[in-house]
């Protein structure tokens, strides 16, 4: 995305790193085979790039971190505009994370840093600048799930830990952190992550990115009985 497709950034707000983790494709998603079966793989790469489109588009978005050793997505992320980095260390979600938030930190020490995940299809640029306006108040803070579950959104402020708990039941654990939870009304598309068909029709109600439509399109075709 080039800076002229940007937004303008609103004058008195900090810049953000936004660092996303996104699990190879082939094996991202698993909750999401019996709905998708072949396209799975495709549907979940879909759903990353148009979450990461639309963090690139986001005013207050100063860099985008695409967490991900799977190839053929960071292609697609780099073209975009995101730096990708491998998974380092191989330790799963929130390690992975904190070494996106240390390269983050270094390369832009004037940014407060957040991690996203990677599963928000119908992600409105204008929505997650809404939750990291709000975030500048409080020095760690996330955003919950639609089910009140999980959490899609962790904040670090400039000069604090980031100490991410992302999985399973991370909304409690972001809170018992100390974590200030964000309770926007108003930022349905940064709450929607996907992980089951029922996730995904909601989110298709929402309105998700170009990518994931066309691969729900392509899914939801009608096979030609004619066709060998
Ligand atoms: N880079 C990286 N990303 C991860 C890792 N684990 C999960 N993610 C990403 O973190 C986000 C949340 O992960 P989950 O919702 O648990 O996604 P998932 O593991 O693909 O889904 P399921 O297989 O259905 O559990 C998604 O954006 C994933 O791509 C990891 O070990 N490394
Ligand atoms: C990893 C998490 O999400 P998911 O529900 O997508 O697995 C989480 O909410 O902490």
Redesign the pocket.
Known sequence: MSTQERLAQPSGSVGWSLV????PAA??????APFAGQHRTGL?RAM?ID?IGAALACPSVTEVLA???DPESGAVLAELGALVVP?EP?G??NA?LGHGCALARARRPDCAVAAM???LPALRPQELALALAAAQAHPTSFVGDAAGIGTTLYCANQGVAFAPR??GPSRAAHLSSGAVELLLPTIPSVRK?V?TEEDLHQARDLGVGPRTDAALTALLRPVDPGAD
């Not at 094996?27 to 999401?32: A, C, M, V």
């Open positions: 996303v983790p996104v699990k094996i991202g998603k698993s909750r999401l979940a990353a979450t967490i991900t050793p998974d191989t799963g979600l992975a995940l990677a599963d992302f999985g992550d992980d």
